[in-house]
């Protein structure tokens, strides 16, 4: 079974969010469960600065675009046995920055002819190609308008995957004339809300959709999280299922770790202690043995719910702990946490940046981990966190519900601290309790930790499902 995983960011390469993590470690997953796993992304220009010299060049050639003609140069690597292809064109990639440009739907058209492209050049021709999120959502319809003329083409099976349905890939209808070059009799594929929106082509056009957990893909049908695309979702349950995400648990363990002050595991808990010292020495954070430090790691954007803690802030730092923060996103939390930071510099950490070595180190040093989102498809955060050693706060919402069942502070089981409505003071009580449990509970904190950093999140059992659905199509 070959199957190529088209996506716009994979780690160690490139990496802005939990879609790298994934496009890491599932085609990982999946070469151990007997596949042929290929990955391919742009060559963007932080990967041609750190990796050029990896990187073997394998061919160029002409990429179709509208009424004009692209250049496409390819590049390899291996990871284990997972090959990564680079799609290369300086003109769209070569930038300081990843996404945000006022021309992504051209860049990402591009790719998504150009992913096409390459596999007659390469003579890589897989079964299945699994497309990620709004940027490879062009593929099915790329595949269906411009390739079945081609034999080698035409059994290609493709599986989309929706990693966050807040951003789809809308362009006004002149786009198609100007980039995606399409026949008018495909304009009904991809046209929907009044302007041409990729996500929508891909989700009629592939022959199954999934997203990254159980419950988020209940949610996509309804309103409050779907929106527009709620009844289209609806529409396409006989093909569409969620799959809860795993995590790579080689990379995120806390035995083998190499940024962390000092490793550990559930027999040697000693090394989290330490973890906890030397984080706070590290952030100036001040060395209060018994408060636990409440951490956030996420992209600080509006429906992560950071206008929760906004509205509750002062509130929550009345309460006996310490608050480290990294991520960096819209302005208006960045500096709601960087002011906090100012008025409590003792107890508030306010790092706004990205920063892979410091991440680590607030998983091991931290004891609580909030997560309040008001939609989280899945969330790698809260498992990370868990298999570190500390117990998360989440609003049951998406993959939140599925990964952090409810702890029962009398008997010590369950995993974490939940609240159900989306409302600041709801999120502030589950604070409050994990707190209580904190302080007043020692042994059944023990007895959670210890059941956190040893349950399952490893991506075998939904690589084994992923296969089951491309060997069903
Ligand atoms: C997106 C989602 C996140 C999910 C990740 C990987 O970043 O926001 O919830 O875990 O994709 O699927």
Redesign the pocket.
Known sequence: MKILFATAEAAPYIKI???G??AAALPKALAQEGAEAAVVLPLYKSIKDRYHGELEYITSFSVPLAWRQVYCGIFRSMVGSVTYYFIDNEYYFLRDSVYGNYDDGERYAYFCKAVLEMLQHIDFFPDIIHA??WQCALIPLFLKAFYQNIEAYRPIKTMF?I??I?YQGQTPYSFSEDVLGLPKEFMPDISFGGCLNFMFSAICLSDKVTT??ET?ATELKMPYYGKEMSPVLSGISYKFCGIT?GIDTELFDPQRDPHLFHRYSVKAMGGKKISKRRLREYLGLQQDEDAPILAMVS?LVG?KGLDLVEYVRHELLSRRLQLVVLGTGDERFENMFRELSYQYPERVSANIRFDQDLSSKIYAGCDLFLMP?K???????QMIAMRYGAIPIVRET??LADTVSPVNPEEGTGQGFTFKSYNAHDMLDAVDRALWFYYEKKPELKKVIRSNMEADFSWQSAAGRYMAIYKSM
């Open positions: 969010g939990g879609l993590d994934v990620n999120d995957t990693h966050n807040e990254v957990s988020y995400n992209r429906h989102s939609s989280e498809p899945c969330g790698l955060s998406g993959g």
